[in-house]
């Protein structure tokens, strides 16, 4: 089975950047979407960008104009890459991958934190 693995989290200051990317095991077919979600301690997992397989992009109004969604790199299926980074953007980043013929593949998640 195909598995995700996201890489690229860790701590970082106020106003600091980070880029995650997400690379797959395997051959993943028929991709519609790809995208990245977040979870913060004691909150549900939220949107934070999503890029389709024709290049739309989709973003959170929180991180508009801070965080960019990109795909067909070399290294990896998708990466984001987060600036501007505020406290609350801390928390657990997982990738998603949205197929037509298979239920949804998930990453096991990489922590971001940002702090002083």
């Known amino acids: 089975q195909v598995q995700l693995v996201e890489s690229g989290g860790g701590l970082v200051q106020p106003g600091g950047s980070l880029r995650l990317s997400c690379a797959a095991s395997g051959r993943i077919f028929g991709i519609v979407a790809m995208g990245w979600y977040r979870q913060a301690p004691g909150k549900q997992r939220e949107l934070v960008a999503t890029?389709?397989?024709?290049?739309?992009?989709n973003y959170a109004d929180s991180v508009k104009g801070r965080f960019a969604i990109s795909r067909d790199n070399a290294k990896s299926l998708v990466d984001l890459q987060l600036s501007s980074l505020k406290p609350e953007d801390t928390a657990v980043y997982y990738c998603?991958?949205?197929?037509?013929?298979?239920?949804?593949?998930w990453g096991q998640g990489t922590q971001v934190t940002v702090s002083s």
């Open positions: 890029i389709t397989s024709g290049g739309t992009t």
């Open positions: 998603n991958v949205q197929t037509l013929i298979a239920p949804d593949y």
